[in-house]
Each structure stands twice: as structure tokens, then as C-alpha cells.
């Protein structure tokens, strides 16, 4: 007599919520690989050039002369052009420091660091709905940006910003 053992597999609860966090784990991942190079449409888009300002504070003196004008600036995480450098100006840096002989908080130059005000032209700028993108790196007033150039490498915020 033949007999043929055939097992039945029935679908559990615990086997669809086994699969629905594969597909969601696999849709998240090739989301950040996505937008990780940078990976986005041009619907709508339209190209410009941009020059803005980037603030660097409490920078070590001896760093302040590194950055050139005509240098390519970088971004650092996805290594992405951002512009080239048009102009480099050295400020005090200034602190909010308490003064005991006066009682209250003044504000004091801090001795051996600077602030660096550095200003970038980017001919690849893509503007859509009043956002501006740098080689898929959003550029607007107060964004922080992480960045390096041929002789130094920072974090600083955007202080200023026009779209020529």
C-alpha cells in the first residue's frame, strides 16, 4: 500500500508578521541607500547657482589660515561637492562668560580661537518649492553641514543665503 505522507502547512499569525517586517525592513534599506547617493527626481526642479555663507565657531587659531579661496569644499559624510570657496574672513570669537567682579553675564572674546566666516558659490544648485539643493545636500539658513576642503575639515551653519 502506498502511502504518501504529506505534511499541511498552515499560515500562522506570528509567519505574517515574520514577513511584513522583511518587506519593511527591505523598503527601508533601499530607501537610505536611496537618498545615501543621492538618488532623487528632477520633476519640477530648476537649476541655479547659489552662494552662501557658512559660520564655523570656536576654531583653534592656528587652523584659521587653512581654507583658500578657490578651494573645492566637500561634503564630508556622502563626499559630495558643494561649491568652491569665494572668500574667507576671520572673526573674534566671542562667549557668554559670568564676570564676578560685575555680577552678571558679559560678553568676552575668547583668546586662541576664532570664528570663520567662509562664502561658497555652487553652480549646481536645484531649486524646487522654495528648497535648495546641493547635489542632493539641502542648503537653508541655520542647516548644519559637515564639510571638508584640501587643508581642513569642519561643522559649521549656514548663515546666509541668495539664489543668483
Do not use: W
Not at 505534511?7 to 509567519?15: G, T
Amino acid at each position: 500500500m502506498n502511502q504518501t505522507n504529506k505534511k499541511d502547512y498552515r499560515i500562522n499569525f506570528v509567519d505574517i508578521l515574520i514577513s511584513l517586517l522583511l518587506i519593511a525592513l527591505i523598503s527601508v534599506g533601499a530607501m537610505l541607500i536611496g537618498n545615501a547617493f543621492g538618488v532623487e527626481s528632477n520633476f519640477g526642479k530648476t537649476s541655479s547657482s547659489v552662494e552662501y555663507t557658512l559660520v564655523l565657531r570656536n576654531v583653534r587659531s592656528e587652523f584659521c589660515d587653512k581654507m583658500q579661496v578657490g578651494d573645492e569644499v566637500v561634503e564630508a559624510a556622502k563626499r559630495f561637492h558643494l561649491g568652491k570657496i569665494t572668500s574667507v574672513k576671520t572673526e573674534p570669537y566671542y562667549l557668554d562668560v559670568y564676570s564676578q567682579t560685575e555680577g552678571r553675564m558679559v560678553y568676552a572674546e575668547y583668546p586662541d580661537f576664532s570664528t570663520i566666516v567662509i562664502t561658497i558659490l555652487s553652480e549646481e544648485a536645484a531649486i524646487d518649492n522654495e528648497m535648495c539643493y546641493v547635489n542632493g545636500t539641502k542648503i537653508a539658513v541655520g542647516q548644519g553641514i559637515s564639510f571638508h576642503t584640501k587643508n581642513f575639515c569642519g561643522t559649521g551653519y549656514i548663515g546666509q543665503m541668495s539664489v543668483k
